[in-house]
């Protein structure tokens, strides 16, 4: 069976602020879930490999269940996601039906122009998988271009995190641009509903989710896709 690989963030702060973040823990473990239960086997790859940090914010209450904290805690989780993620390096693309960009203030330094992972994710779609995000994810969608040259969202309809969301969650100070404009210059056609209500869109092989309450429904729909549907709305 062809896996699935989920891109998780190395970014620890908020560029030269001494502001912690990292991954938003639920964005990665609800969507992980999904899958394992699925049957699935999951891989996981960061910009440099190794210990990826997790947003401190993302383990209030408001944000985590027992499902959530199970998954966080599982050895499997905690080695082969948080202390030793893989490398660009390591993955050979043809082993994966999809690849998922998780979340978290920090994935706007270290997503955007990381080649290698924009190869991998190019390959993969190429090759008839699916390219997914959720939230700040899309940070990592932005640059991918397919090879005739032309950008991967260009023309695709898709959600990310919004401006809207950004003002509300008090960082867009921080933040040295917003995935809603920026996919939006590329071309995307980029769709919003209710700020923080989960909510994911489908465009062909591009399957998004707009916040961090949407990675549960980005793997409901790649799960229907996989198993032979043509879309999940």
Known sequence: MKKILVILTNTAKYGTKNEATGLWLS??????????QAGYVLDYVSPRGGYVPIDPRSLKNAYVNEEVFALYGSEDFQNRALANSLKPSDINASDYLAVYYTGGHGVVWDFPDNKALQAIS????????YVTSVCHGLAGLL????SDGSYLISG?????FTETEEILSGK??????GTEKEARN???????????SSFAVQDGHLITGQNPMSGQAVAKCLLKNLKGSLSCL
């Open 122 to 129: 190019r390959e993969i779609y190429e090759q008839g998988g």
């Open 172 to 177: 867009k100070r921080l933040v040295p641009f």
């Open 156 to 160: 695709k309809t898709l959600t990310g």
């Open 143 to 146: 640059n991918i271009k397919t």
């Open 27 to 36: 964005e990665a473990t609800e969507f992980v879930k999904e899958l394992i």
């Open 186 to 196: 590329r071309g995307a056609k980029f769709v919003k509903k209710r700020a923080f």
